[in-house]
């Protein structure tokens, strides 16, 4: 399993929190350790999803996100 710190933007309530946690959820693989408005950390299995996957999952419910460093 591997770990990965998102910065999000564009989040500014608790609805956009839901939105993105469950999206997350949705994916194979993926377990969603927190989701707050402007970031989110999830532990995934790599030979289930790339970290791509989670970002552009991320990105279709209308949010940038990037790894955060």
Do not use: N
């Amino acid at each position: 399993m591997s770990t990965i710190t998102m910065t999000i933007e564009g989040m500014t309530c608790g609805h956009c929190v839901g939105a993105v946690t469950r999206a997350l959820t949705a994916i194979d693989g993926v377990r969603v350790d927190q989701v707050v408005i402007g970031s989110a950390v999830v532990t995934f299995d790599p030979a289930k999803v790339a970290p791509d996957v989670i970002l552009k999952t991320v990105a279709d419910e209308g949010y940038a996100a990037t790894t955060a460093r």
